[in-house]
């Protein structure tokens, strides 16, 4: 018989330790003295929104801790409770896309920007820049409620609620907007590498505790035994069509997102940009096994307690795997030791505030440099500067009031998922096609929007649910009694529609000057040198030497240049490197 509660065996109920919270509140202190600290050193305005001055290991950390954040652990530690193994695709979906941040990166580095919307402004005009601004600040307020949600539910669960999670949104939320707004896209980096130590320590601080309590990987399979549990590809939403176009979505949004030019630019040369995407991007994929392993023997520890999830209603379940991560911790960690639970609620808070922070900035260089210095032109850098700090207070407003609008955390990731695709598509067909035009821009990205809006809509699934072959191609899914469009499918529709109008409209719209096109090619196919002394964004300087790139295919009017060795075996590297994870992963689960 189902039944609607989950019983929890916790082991303490006695609050949270004052050494526990002593640990957070110097972390919270120290954090934000960091940044403010960093704030000193800003003379400018592209010391504030994009300082071209960190080395390897900096850039690695950065990389991380802007892509990695505790909400992530939430999404995938849930999944894993509810679904089995496969629910890592939540986050390993980006797997298969780490190889391409390779050759991006140095692209970004080129453009010599300092938001993505110079990028768009260079490639098209003002108004795709604008809009652009819009979008990817609307982007922005709602991954960084996303990620406040998440932070308030394993801080609500990892205190066993003593700590309420509004009350944890506003602390964390206040903390690193002071730094953030002091310091800027410098003290952001600069507090990652800190953050980011603590991230990768909260990723991995629960799994030793939970494998010993259950016995191991072999005490889960015993307990569970169910294969579908156990497998990577089980039957079900996630399916190999479902991670190749997660996957697809992925690798056309990723560029798109307004943090992406500071995590590629913000170092030295295009190398360090190159080294450290790919190097933080792949510890976020370990950190994304540990999650996953520590939610799979969470279930086979609730069944051995006498509390098996499966016997759950689907609403219930839910709701107690969203809260897993953080009732682990609240269980096991006082056990050991006073303060290490305090070091697990103050690393979680690390992980949301080395993302929400980057994100802040980003979205107000956005703001600052393509929507209000074109109207207010002439003014000082320290105008600017202030009119930056202004719009990040008023972004994170806006990411705090979504996180009390949404729902939950899945939904949340969702809505913001499909967002900077429809962008995307516009930078990646502008890149390899020279005829792509400012109309074409616009109707790619309205398409999109408008495409996505009417595969949610109640006639379209009827239709589609009419279709001779709906169900053989299972075209809809059941996602809590409520019928949608299945999501590989619903990126299929809306990607393809929005492609195909950009590039019709483009073949009978005026194109792209062509002085202009042959700035945007030259800029991305320059390399850094080191040194460069940027006298405007998006130009080269006058000492860099021009490079003409030999081209693998322009035919129709593509722009495909051949990859240079670096790149060839860079991203030949990266993909053993990623077999070379999924092996071992699949070891470890068998």
């Known amino acids: 018989m189902m039944t609607t509660e989950l019983a929890l065996p916790t082991a303490s109920s006695a609050g949270l330790h004052p050494i526990d919270g002593l640990v957070v509140i110097v972390y919270l202190i120290g954090i934000t003295l960091l940044g403010v600290w960093m704030g000193r050193r800003i003379s400018g305005l592209e010391d504030f929104f994009m300082p071209r001055k960190f080395g390897k290991g900096m850039m690695i950390m950065h ?65 795709v820049a604008v809009l652009f601004a819009v979008v990817g600040m609307a982007n922005m307020c709602v991954k960084i409620g996303l990620m406040l949600k998440g932070a308030g539910m394993l801080v609500d669960a990892g205190t066993g609620g003593i700590i309420d999670a509004n009350l944890a949104i506003i602390c964390v939320t206040v903390m690193f907007v002071v730094y953030g707004v002091a310091g800027g896209l410098g003290a952001a980096i600069v507090t990652d590498y800190v953050q980011g130590l603590l991230t990768i320590a909260f990723s991995f601080m629960l799994l030793p505790f939970i494998f010993g309590e259950v016995g191991g990987i072999s005490g889960v ?4 035994g169910d294969s579908a549990m156990m497998s990577l590809v089980a039957p079900g939403k996630i399916s190999v069509f479902f991670v190749v176009m997660m996957s697809l979505q992925a690798l056309i949004g990723i560029v798109a997102q307004p943090f992406i030019m500071g995590v590629c630019a913000a170092g030295k040369t295009e190398w360090e940009g190159r080294v450290g995407i790919v190097g933080g991007n792949l510890i976020k994929r370990l950190c994304t096994a540990a999650w996953s392993l520590t939610a799979i023997a969470a279930v086979a520890w609730y069944i051995q307690q006498g509390h098996d999830p499966s016997r759950l209603d689907s609403e219930s379940l839910k709701v107690a795997a969203d809260g897993i991560y953080g009732e682990l911790a609240h269980t096991f960690l006082p056990r050991v030791m006073p303060g290490l639970l305090g070091l697990f609620l103050a690393a979680l808070l690390a992980g949301i505030m080395s993302s929400c922070d980057s994100f802040m900035i980003s979205s107000a260089a956005l703001f600052a440099e393509s929507i209000y210095k074109p109207f207010r032109p002439g003014m000082s850098d320290n105008h600017y500067v202030w009119v930056g700090r202004l719009a990040s207070v008023l ?44 109309a074409g821009a616009w109707t790619t990205t309205m398409t999109g929007f408008a495409a996505w809006w009417v595969s949610t809509q109640p006639a379209f699934i009827e239709w589609l649910a009419g279709l001779p072959k709906a169900e053989s191609l299972r075209l809809l899914w059941n996602e809590g009694g409520e019928t949608v469009v299945y999501l590989p499918w619903q990126i299929l529709f809306y990607s393809a529609a929005a492609s195909l109008a950009g590039i019709v409209v483009s073949l009978f719209t005026r194109p792209v000057a062509e002085d202009k096109l042959n700035r945007f090619y030259q800029l991305s196919r320059t390399p850094v040198q080191p040194g460069e002394v940027l006298l405007q964004p998006c130009t080269l300087p006058v000492e860099t030497p021009v490079v003409n790139r030999a081209m693998l295919f322009t035919a129709c009017g593509l722009e495909i240049p051949v990859p240079s060795r670096t790149s060839v075996i860079g991203f030949g590297v990266v993909w053993l490197l990623i077999g070379g994870m999924i092996a071992a992963f699949v070891w470890i689960a068998a």
């Open 395 to 438: 972004v994170v407003a806006g990411g705090v009031y979504f996180a009390y609008w949404v729902p939950n955390v899945v939904k949340a990731l969702e809505i913001w998922f499909m967002i900077a695709p429809m962008m995307g598509l516009v930078f990646w067909i502008g890149l390899l096609w020279r005829r792509m035009s400012v």
């Open 221 to 224: 399979h015993e307990t569970i």
């Open 63 to 127: 990389a991380f801790g802007t892509g990695t954040a505790s909400d992530q652990a939430v999404t995938v530690s849930s999944a894993t409770f509810r679904s089995g193994l496969s629910g890592i695709w939540y986050q390993w979906l980006w797997l298969f896309v780490t190889p391409f941040y390779w050759l991006i990166a140095p692209i970004f580095r080129r453009f010599r920007a300092i938001t993505t919307a110079d990028v768009y402004e260079l490639r098209y005009d003002r108004s």
